[in-house]
């Protein structure tokens, strides 16, 4: 059985968490955890600070009482000087990071994943939102498929070299 757990930088098993690992050739696909988890720290951090920025919520990932991979969402927050914001200046969803650990990846985890995780975003926790987006670099394949398969759709904009797609909450 798939099941999340939230963690911090802070939780017992975070030195598990950053032990988890892709293969060297997704090194470019996706951050470590060991940085997911300091930025996510840093965001609420300056978040609970100044009311701005963008809220993380990261979560580790167990099949059974393994933990297997990673997961984090963001609420953002509409920022007046980013010229490139995702859907204006409406606050959004962003499914922030998804690792899967090598040697668990290909056995359906990464879609069963999105589908918990999405669970959670279409309550709306952390406030409204019309879209819940997500980018990947354009050759991860693996990426483009567990997230279409749940339904999200390319909206043709490259941000940062990566592929956006988003899907409407
Ligand atoms: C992308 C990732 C999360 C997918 O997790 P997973 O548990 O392997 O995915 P699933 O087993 O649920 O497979 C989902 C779909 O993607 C396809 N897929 C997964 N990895 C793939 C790969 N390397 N190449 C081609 N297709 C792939 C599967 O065949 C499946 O498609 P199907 O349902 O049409 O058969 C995982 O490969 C990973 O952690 N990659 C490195 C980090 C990364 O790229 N994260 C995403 C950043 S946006």
């Not at 000087?81 to 922030?96: K, S």
């Not at 899967?100 to 056995?107: A, T, W």
Request: charged share 25%.
């Amino acid at each position: 059985m798939i099941t999340l757990k939230p963690i911090s930088i802070l939780s017992e098993e975070m030195p598990m968490c950053i032990a988890l690992e892709v293969y060297p050739e997704q090194e470019d696909y996706v951050a470590n955890n060991a940085y997911s988890l300091a930025e996510a720290y840093e965001e609420n951090k300056n978040h609970a600070e100044t009311g701005k920025g963008e809220i993380a919520v990261p979560y580790a990932v167990y099949e059974n009482d393994q933990m297997v991979g990673f997961a984090m969402y963001g609420y953002f927050f509409p920022d007046p000087e980013d010229d490139e914001a995702y859907d204006n200046q409406n606050p959004i969803y962003y499914f922030w990071r998804l690792l899967i650990d090598k040697n668990h990846q290909r056995r359906g985890i990464g879609c069963e994943v999105v589908r918990q995780v999405m669970d959670i975003i279409k309550e709306k926790p952390q406030g409204d939102a019309k879209y819940c987006y997500v980018s990947y670099v354009p050759d991860n394949i693996g990426s483009k498929t567990t997230f279409a398969n749940y339904g999200f759709q390319e909206d043709g904009r490259e941000i940062d070299g990566e592929t956006v797609a988003r899907y409407a909450l």
